[in-house]
């Protein structure tokens, strides 16, 4: 069974760009939820999606948004980017049949993003 | 939204020395899961936890889950190189996981 994919890996953008990442999920899986890992914050969660809907959202502005599409892959997409964004960006999946996420989530390598 | 404090932030080790990580939460927990994260890696799921004073083993990895389900530890007996990372202990919320900062291990041959 493949695993998590993630695309691109590594991404450089200016100030004030945009980005989409995506994320095509383990087979059968139909929830993906979205994190941002830095250095100084760890691991802070985005959003989740399942069956096309966002059930969860983190706190970050809304320059950060997302999308689910019926075959379950994501995409998450920064709006002007500001250098703080710099991160890696994980992407996770589980099977997703309850709201709670007590069940194993399956990661994707990430994608590095640096904004210069 | 539910929060867990990881210690200690860092830890070096001597190879063949043990190694432990505490998760607490000021609340009780539903379940607790642990995660590693290589160098360069992505997080890789370790355990839950789901029962009050539940102790799972996975060869030289201890887990732990306190009576009163706010704590949890991770040890590891005896480390060895290939134990370096991150350890990450997460609780599960509403269609998401909450990650405590996580104790990066350092281990020298």
């Known amino acids: 069974k493949a695993g998590v994919t993630q695309t691109p890996r590594y991404l450089i953008k200016t100030r004030g760009q945009q980005v989409t990442l995506s994320c095509s999920p383990i087979?059968?899986?139909?929830?993906v939820s979205w994190y941002q890992q830095t250095p100084g914050q760890g691991l802070q969660f985005l959003f989740e999606?399942?069956?096309?809907?966002?059930?969860n959202k983190g706190n970050f502005p809304g320059r950060f948004s997302g999308r689910q599409f019926s075959n379950s892959r994501s995409e998450m997409n920064v709006s002007t980017l500001e250098l703080g964004d710099s991160a890696l960006y994980l992407c996770?999946?589980?099977?997703?049949?309850?709201?709670?996420?007590?069940?194993?989530?399956?990661f994707g390598q990430g994608t590095r993003l640096t904004v210069v | 939204g539910q929060q867990v404090m990881q210690i200690p932030q860092y830890q070096h080790v001597q190879e063949g020395e043990d190694f432990t990580t505490y998760c607490n939460s000021s609340?009780?927990?539903?379940?607790i899961q642990w995660y590693k994260q290589r160098p360069g890696g992505h997080p890789v799921f370790l355990i839950q936890?789901?029962?009050?004073?539940e102790v799972k083993k996975q060869k030289r990895l201890t887990f732990q889950f306190g009576e009163a389900k706010k704590n949890s530890s991770l040890h590891i007996t005896a480390t060895q190189t290939t134990d370096v990372g991150t350890y990450f202990c997460?609780?599960?919320?509403?269609?998401?996981?909450?990650f405590g900062k996580g104790t990066m291990l350092l281990v020298s041959p």
């Open positions: 609340t009780t927990l539903s379940n």
């Open positions: 999606y399942f069956s096309e809907t966002q059930r």
């Open positions: 087979s059968g899986h139909r929830s």
């Open positions: 997460a609780v599960s919320g509403y269609s998401t996981l909450t």
């Open positions: 996770a999946s589980s099977p997703g049949q309850g709201a709670r996420m007590n069940t194993e989530a399956f």
């Open positions: 936890l789901v029962k009050s004073g």
